[in-house]
Structures are given as C-alpha cells and as structure tokens.
C-alpha cells in the first residue's frame, strides 16, 4: 500500500510525533510511506531515512497555487493509495485539492477540542463533502466537533493515538520525602495555560519549605517572555526551571515523581499516556480527552482553576509511597492495553483498507 501523510508541520508538536511513529510503523510494515508538510522547519521526524519529507512551501496565502501545484504533482508521481491529513490546515489543504485531483481514499483527523474559531469551522463544515473519513483523537474531542458543527458524526470516528512504549520504560520510583520532582512538556501558548500551573504552585508553596519542590517545564513557544515574567512576579525563581526543547523527555519523565498538565483544552494528552507509561504520578485538568486517556488514576481538576491545581499538587504530595505505586502500576497497564502504538497503526490500518 501507498501511505501519504499531509501534516500542517514538524515542528514539536504531539501530532506531529503521531504522525512520525505512524509513519515508521507502517514503513516497517512493508507499505511505501511519504510525509508531506505545509510549513515550517522540521523538528521531529520519522526514525526511517526511507521516509521523503516533503515540504510544500505554503507560508502564506500568496504561496497556496506553487504549494497546491507541488502537493498535485505528488500525488500524480507516488499514486497513493491513502492520504491521511492531519491537524487543520492540512486538512482543508487536502480536501480542497482533491478537487481535480484523484485520490482513491482521503482521511482526515483532527488532533484537538479546539482547533480554531468560527471561521475554521465553517472551513471544516463546508469541505466534509471532499474526505472520505473523519477522525478525532478521544470521544470528548469528536463530540465536541459535531456539537460546533464542523464535522457529520456519519463520516467521524474517534480513534486514539498511541505512543511507543519502547520509548516510554516503565520506572518504579523510590519517592524521596526530602525533595520531590515535578515535570511538565507542552509548547508555551494558550493552550497549554502555564499561567494556571505558575499560579498553582505560588498557592502550593505558601507556608512551605519551597527547596524541597522542584518544578520543570519543557517546551518553547510564543508565550516564553510572559511566563518568564510572572516566574519573577510570583517569586518562583528558587523553584521552577525552564527547560527549552528537550529530546530526553522519557529521561525527564522518569526521573521525575509527578506530572503536571495544565491545559485550558485538549483533544488527547499524548504526554499524559506518556507520563503514565514512565510510571509518573499525573496530576491534569479536565480538558479534553485527558479523562479518557487518565481513567480512575491520578488526580483530575476543572481546567483554568488555579486553587483546584494547588489542592490536586498537596493532595498527591501527600500520598504514600504505596498508594502513588499501585497508581502508577495500574495506569502503566491501562497504557498498555488502550494506547499501545502497536494497537494504533492495527487501527489505522483496518480504516486504510475499508472499501
């Protein structure tokens, strides 16, 4: 089979790790696989030099004709048997350009609750004729676009992303009273809402010896100077660390004792199933599918609730080593059984294959 990815980017974006491993997989498989991208530079890529990356020029709406023509001409030299889009703008990218284009199979998936406003949606809503299929990535995040009206629940499925537990080794933590490690991984923008965390952690510290907590927050983004800014305002200094991008993030995880997500929204929370496959205590906001990725482990709080993140912070700190272990056990194996990556590409590739 003919796999071409269509993805808005590589940059260090969940998806686009989705879309790396899939890729991978698939190659491994046996099947001829290509990545195409709309823009920007390529910060995660597929193991495989197999793998064309290919990049289609679009920065800006002067460029859509020269990237249209390029992503044309693709699809008329590989043939592919399947064009499998992802995130927004490659998914009304590609449903506009099939127009004219013979493609056997387009599938689209969504990788969010919350991929833009009015305007994207009316985009989704007026191009579901052109795929074939829809896909978001947890129950919360296709519901979420029916009730928008930007995708028909007859042609959307939800199908989970999986990750690589061969990355993501499961670590039994021995839990120092003396010092307690937090990590948190997601890009510095709105969404991933790093003020509610720095809010929270100024309300967990009050009245407590501050040297024993450290936070660490991996990831670049938009947001950086403001959130340096309030680190300074709320005094944090001694506690919280910037990382800046990292590619030790299974290393980071591990060494850590808890994981903290502070998301506003969400579609699926690929490093919350990451953080539970390292055996990391998750501490998350209900955003999302997060809920569905997490089950009855770790602690869940209402998104934007600062007080409710700091009580979630002292209520896990306060656990014993027994409980947080039998935690960490049963969302290790709940990852295994629901978000294996091995369980995502068999999903994928019964799709593919439907008439």
């Not at 289609?56 to 004709?65: A, H, V």
């Amino acid at each position: 089979m003919k796999i071409l990815y269509l993805i808005t980017g590589l940059g260090g974006g969940g998806a686009e790790k989705v879309v790396s491993d899939l890729a991978d997989q698939m190659f491994i498989l046996g099947h001829q696989v290509k990545i195409a991208y709309l823009t920007g530079e390529i910060l995660v890529r597929p193991k495989s030099i197999n793998i064309d990356l290919i990049s289609l020029g679009l920065n800006n709406l002067y460029g859509l004709y020269s990237a249209s023509k390029k992503y044309k001409k693709l699809i008329k030299d590989f043939q592919p048997d399947v064009v499998h889009a992802h995130m927004v703008h490659a998914n009304i990218f590609a449903r506009i350009n099939r127009i004219g284009c013979a493609i056997p199979k387009l599938i689209c998936t969504a990788h969010n609750s919350n991929e833009g406003g009015q305007l994207r949606m009316l985009a989704y809503k007026y191009t579901n004729f052109l795929s074939d299929l829809n896909t978001n990535v947890s129950q919360e995040a296709s519901k979420s676009f029916v009730l928008k009206g930007a995708f028909n629940k007859n042609n959307l499925i939800t199908v989970y992303n999986g990750i690589d537990l061969n990355k993501f080794i499961f670590f039994n933590k021995d839990i120092k009273s003396n010092e307690l490690k937090f990590v948190s991984v997601g890009r510095f923008n709105v969404q991933k809402d790093y003020p509610n965390l720095l809010h929270a952690i100024a309300i967990f510290l009050e009245n407590l010896q501050q040297k024993k907590y450290i936070f660490k927050i991996v990831g670049e983004g938009e947001l950086r100077p403001q959130i340096e800014e309030l680190i300074e305002h709320l005094g944090l200094k001694d506690n919280v660390t910037l990382l800046g991008r990292r590619d030790d993030i299974p290393q980071l995880m591990q060494e850590a004792d808890f994981f903290i997500l502070p998301s506003a929204y969400e579609g699926f929370g690929l490093v919350v199933a990451e953080a539970m496959a390292c055996g990391t205590f998750v501490i998350a906001t209900n955003s999302g599918g997060v809920a569905e990725v997490m089950g009855d482990t770790g602690i869940l709080v209402p998104p934007q609730d600062s007080k409710a993140l700091a009580e979630a912070i002292k209520q896990a700190v306060s656990k014993t080593p027994l409980e947080i272990q039998e935690n960490n056990l049963k969302a290790r194996q709940r990852v295994e059984e629901l978000f294996s990556l091995e369980r995502s590409v068999q999903n994928w590739l019964k799709l593919y294959e439907q008439n």
